[in-house]
């Protein structure tokens, strides 16, 4: 069965410090794999997924199939970056699901 | 409204009620997955539905059930309700059943008491 860790509940970190979330899964297939984010008081939306293998907000992910790894970086964090963010994994072939992690919570401090 | 709705917004209901939560899909969306979001935790697969039949399930009793109507909003019915159904039911839509490139679209989700 598919599976994501996040490893770290909370992470908290300087203003203008790295910022790197841990993210790991279990999956036999080809896997899709997408960082949400949700800001205080707002939905959950997509942040970025690994396929486009794009920069938002300054953040960057990259698939590691070997360690079966998905860690969410930004080289300089702020303030506005304080955040819930979920890892997540979608199985079309496994009933369609996305499977999250249980999150972790990011504080940035002046 | 071009995102998706979720009614109500907050809900108390009492052990062993049933309780039917909505949600209004982004336009053009033909697919809706419904989330449980226990306090702490990420949230979990409860059912998809596209074009009006139920496509792919988690691991949830068969007393949560689901509708999908022909404009693709969409319910989610939980009977016999328990103290652990207490949780935020989050709905999401997408262009299609696999997230296709655009992810999911969320709603800002149901909070369900049960007392």
């Known amino acids: 069965a598919q599976r994501v860790t996040q490893p770290e509940k909370l992470l908290s970190v300087f203003k203008g410090a790295p910022v790197e979330l841990k993210c790991n899964y279990s999956?036999?297939?080809?896997?899709?794999l997408f960082w949400y984010v949700q800001y205080s008081r707002q939905r959950l939306q997509l942040l970025l997924r690994?396929?486009s293998r794009e920069s938002i907000k300054g953040f960057t992910a990259d698939l590691n199939k070997g360690e079966t790894s998905f860690h969410l970086k930004k080289p300089f964090a702020q303030e506005e970056d304080s955040a819930m963010y979920y890892c997540?994994?979608?199985?079309?072939?496994?009933?369609?699901?996305?499977?999250f992690g249980g999150g972790t919570r990011v504080l940035v401090k002046p | 409204e071009t995102g998706v709705t979720q009614s109500p917004t907050h809900l108390i209901k009492t052990r062993g009620q049933q309780v039917t939560l909505r949600c209004s899909s982004q336009?053009?969306?033909?697919?809706v997955s419904w989330y449980q979001q226990a306090l702490g935790q990420g949230p979990q697969f409860i059912f998809q539905?596209?074009?009006?039949?139920?496509?792919g399930r988690g691991n949830f009793p068969p007393r949560f059930s689901g509708l999908q109507f022909p404009n693709y909003s969409s319910e989610l019915n939980v009977n016999a309700l328990e103290l652990d159904d207490s949780a935020l039911y989050l709905c999401?839509?997408?262009?299609?059943?696999?997230?296709?490139?655009?992810?999911?679209?969320f709603g800002s989700g149901t909070r369900l008491t049960v007392v």
């Open positions: 997540a994994l979608n199985t079309p072939a496994a009933g369609n699901k996305l499977t």
């Open positions: 999401a839509s997408s262009l299609e059943p696999g997230t296709g490139i655009n992810g999911y679209t």
């Open positions: 690994h396929i």
């Open positions: 336009s053009g969306h033909n697919t």
């Open positions: 999956y036999s297939g080809s896997p899709e």
């Open positions: 539905y596209y074009r009006e039949e139920e496509n």
